[in-house]
């Protein structure tokens, strides 16, 4: 049974840090694309940020470039999500996810596990 599970939200004050956490059971995360997408009520899940082994290349949103890193410890088997210089705009709940690319980022019908999601909440 393949499990995805988030971790690390919370609040924080604008301009903070946060690390998400994705830990995977089930799947080993070597062969996949991993995913972070967040969702604000009434709004549609966006692709923020996605990682992939056979590529170095990491791929970011615009809204979030510079200010988030995606990595991964296979030996884990854990995707992590670094957020810096938060900012109010960046409330959400954040999901990970896996796919066969980082087209996922793009197209989140093509992800095919998903985890339960973490709140992130950035308020003074």
């Known amino acids: 049974q393949v499990q995805l599970v988030e971790s690390g939200g919370g609040l924080v004050q604008p301009g903070g840090s946060l690390r998400l956490s994705c830990a995977a059971s089930?799947?080993?995360?070597?062969?996949?694309?991993i995913g972070w997408f967040r969702q604000v009520p009434g709004m549609e899940r966006e692709g923020v940020s996605c990682?992939?082994?056979?590529?170095?290349?990491?791929y970011h949103a615009a809204s979030v470039k510079g200010r988030f890193t995606i990595s991964r410890d296979n030996a884990k088997n854990t995707v992590y999500l670094q957020m810096n210089s938060l900012k109010p705009e960046d409330t959400a709940v954040y999901y990970c996810a896996t796919g066969r690319s980082c087209t996922i980022i793009r197209d989140i019908s093509a992800a095919n596990y998903w985890g339960q999601g973490t709140q992130v909440t950035v308020s003074s």
């Open positions: 089930g799947v080993t995360l070597d062969y996949y694309a």
């Open positions: 990682s992939i082994d056979s590529d170095p290349i990491t």
